[in-house]
C-alpha cells in the first residue's frame, strides 16, 4: 500500500519524518517547558536523533509512522505526532502520540491532528485498536483522550511514574 506524503487537515499539514526535520525534532527535545509532565521522555541532540532515525525505519517497517506537523498556511514545524504501531501487553494497537512546541499549545492543533491520525487509523489499520499512554498528571491529555471517545483502560506504573493508558476500539 502506498501511503500518502502528506495529510491535510483545515490547518495543518501531516508529512512523514524526514532527516531535514531533525533540528525542530531537536530543538524541541531541548525546551524542559515541552515536557511538564514527564521529564524521563527528554532527549539530548544525539538521542533525539537517534530516536528520530528509530521512528523514520517504523515507516519503512510498518508503512506507518508518526508525522512532522507543520503549519499548513507557513509549513512552520509545531510538533510531531501520529500513530505507529506498538505491543501493549502483547496486544497489537496504535499508539496515538503527539508533543507540541509550547508556543503551538492551546490552539486545538492537537485535536485536529488526532482526528487525522484516527481517520487514518480506520481506514488503513481497522483491526487495531489506537490507544493513547499519559503521565496521570496531563490533564489536557486525559482530556483529549476522552473528547475523542476513547476511554480509560488500564492504570500502570512505568519506570516508577503512574501512567494511564486510554482505548479507543477498532470500528464495528
Not at 8 to 35: C, F, K, N, V, W
Request: hydrophobic share 40%.
Amino acid at each position: 500500500m502506498v501511503e500518502p506524503d502528506e495529510i491535510r487537515t483545515e490547518r495543518l499539514a501531516l508529512s512523514r519524518i524526514q532527516p531535514t526535520d531533525a533540528d525542530a525534532y531537536i530543538a524541541m527535545h531541548g525546551l524542559p517547558e515541552a515536557y511538564p509532565h514527564d521529564s524521563r521522555f527528554r532527549r539530548d541532540p544525539e538521542q533525539a536523533r537517534e530516536q528520530l532515525d528509530w521512528f523514520r525505519e517504523k515507516w519503512v517497517a510498518d508503512g506507518i509512522g508518526y508525522w512532522t506537523i507543520r503549519l499548513a498556511a507557513t509549513a512552520e514545524v509545531i510538533g510531531f505526532g501520529g500513530v505507529q504501531h506498538k505491543d501493549e501487553d502483547d496486544d497489537p494497537v496504535l499508539n496515538l502520540f503527539y508533543r507540541f512546541f509550547p508556543t503551538a499549545w492551546g490552539n486545538g492543533y492537537a485535536t485536529e491532528m488526532a482526528r487525522a491520525a484516527i481517520s487514518w487509523a480506520r481506514d488503513h489499520r481497522p483491526d487495531r485498536p489506537v490507544v493513547i499512554t499519559t503521565d496521570v498528571g496531563n490533564a489536557a491529555s486525559i482530556r483529549l483522550a476522552e473528547k475523542l471517545g476513547f476511554t480509560l483502560s488500564a492504570e500502570r506504573e512505568r519506570d516508577g511514574c503512574a501512567e494511564l493508558v486510554f482505548r479507543l476500539a477498532p470500528p464495528g
